[in-house]
Each structure stands twice: as structure tokens, then as C-alpha cells.
């Protein structure tokens, strides 16, 4: 009987080890599980996977700083200014029409009007977009914004211009190699040196007077003969 009981209480003694290291097992394993959801130890809250929002797409469609693609007709996308397929970037973005509504930057290279129907992208998953214009300027050159260069919506000191029907004045590129490149037909008659409040300050030599739609007066000296 002795015996039989010195056996029976070493099998007690190790089921109680066996149980002993199951539970620390169990509780080694129970830290190394990931410390919050989505994320383990080893890869922290901005590791791939982790359920971060893409870049690019803001509370607005095409907000300032954001970029486009470059569209096919009338259809732009806005799109994360790293991709490749990035065009453009908005250097302003206003509501309302254009034409009753800020002047974009001197650098604009071209105004995007937004329509509210059915836009591409919208601000609140409604379908539609408030009418507004974004100011765009190329992410690559050409800039025909840039001065002298043909083309944007501001025409600004260094850019030339020639007489159109009813003597007004459209712009054109400065250069012929920049004419020839942008398919322009007309030759620089004038080149603006300055604006100026009033048309009494613009410089001697000044030939034609630009009402800009800032309401300050463009001053511009005649090119060639005459």
C-alpha cells in the first residue's frame, strides 16, 4: 500500500508540473498576440495592410494642392500627385462661376470648370459636385501660363499680344520657336511691360492700354516698325 501510494502521488506531482507549463505557455503566447487591431509588434500602425486611407482624395474634389489627371474630352479625375498619371496640380479652387468669381494666380496654365452633374469624384458620396473652377498649373512643361508663352487665363507683364477682330487684344506667344511648338497663327504685335492702377502712370513708349479684369490697366509697347 505504501508503494502504491508514493506512485499515485508522483503522478499528482507531474499532472500538476504538465498543467503548470501548459498555463505559461498559454500566457507567453497571449503577449505576443497584436497589440491593437489590424497591427502586430513587428509592424506598427503605418505598415502596409494597416487599413490607411490612399492619398489624393480630400474632403473637396480637386481642392488646392490636389492633382489631376490629364482628361480625355471633358472628363478629369483627381488623382494622388505622386501617381503617374498626374497632370496637373490646383493652385486655387473657387465656387461659383469664373466669371463672377476670383482671378486664379498669374501661374495658371489652364481653369478647370467643375460641373455639377455627375462629376468623377464628389465631396459627401451625394453624386455631385457645387459648381465651382479650379486653377491648374501643369506638373511638366509646357507652362503657357508662364510669360511670353501664349496662353493661361492672366495675361501679365512679358506676354504679347495682337489686335483682333474689334481691336482686342488676344494673346499669342512671344517667340516664334514657341509659336511654332503651341500651333499659334498670329504674329506679337505688343508686349506688356506693366501694370499699373492708372493708365497716366504706365510707362513712355507705351503704345496700347489692356482693361484687365482686375480693373488695373495693362501697359504694352509696340513690337517692330511703327
Given at each position: 500500500?505504501?508503494?502504491?501510494?508514493?506512485?499515485?502521488?508522483?503522478?499528482?506531482?507531474?499532472?500538476?508540473?504538465?498543467?503548470?507549463?501548459?498555463?505559461l505557455l498559454i500566457l507567453l503566447t497571449g503577449c505576443q498576440q497584436p497589440s491593437a487591431a489590424g497591427q502586430s509588434p513587428h509592424t506598427g500602425p503605418h505598415a502596409a495592410g494597416s487599413g490607411t486611407p490612399p492619398t489624393g482624395y480630400g474632403a473637396v474634389f480637386l481642392d488646392r494642392g490636389e492633382c489631376s489627371s490629364r482628361g480625355r474630352g471633358a472628363a478629369y479625375r483627381e488623382v494622388g500627385c505622386a501617381d503617374g498619371a498626374a497632370a496637373a496640380r490646383v493652385l486655387a479652387r473657387h465656387s461659383g462661376r469664373k466669371a463672377q468669381g476670383a482671378l486664379c494666380p498669374a501661374r495658371t496654365d489652364f481653369v478647370l470648370h467643375i460641373s455639377e452633374h455627375r462629376p468623377d469624384a464628389d465631396e459627401d458620396g451625394d453624386g455631385s459636385v457645387p459648381r465651382g473652377y479650379a486653377c491648374m498649373r501643369n506638373l511638366h512643361a509646357p507652362h503657357p501660363g508662364d510669360p511670353g508663352q501664349g496662353g493661361g487665363p492672366r495675361t501679365v507683364p512679358g506676354d504679347c499680344v495682337y489686335l483682333a477682330a474689334g481691336l482686342q487684344?488676344?494673346?499669342?506667344?512671344?517667340?516664334?520657336?514657341?509659336?511654332?511648338?503651341?500651333?499659334?497663327?498670329?504674329?506679337?504685335?505688343?508686349?506688356?511691360?506693366?501694370?499699373?492702377?492708372?493708365?497716366?502712370s504706365c510707362p513712355e513708349g507705351t503704345a496700347l492700354y489692356l482693361r484687365l479684369p482686375d480693373r488695373t490697366t495693362g501697359c504694352a509697347r509696340r513690337l517692330g516698325p511703327g
Open positions: 500500500m505504501r508503494g502504491g501510494a508514493v506512485l499515485a502521488r508522483g503522478l499528482l506531482l507531474t499532472l500538476v508540473s504538465l498543467l503548470s507549463l501548459l498555463t487684344a488676344r494673346e499669342t506667344p512671344c517667340a516664334a520657336s514657341v509659336a511654332s511648338r503651341s500651333g499659334a497663327r498670329h504674329r506679337p504685335e505688343y508686349e506688356m511691360t506693366a501694370t499699373v492702377r492708372d493708365r497716366a
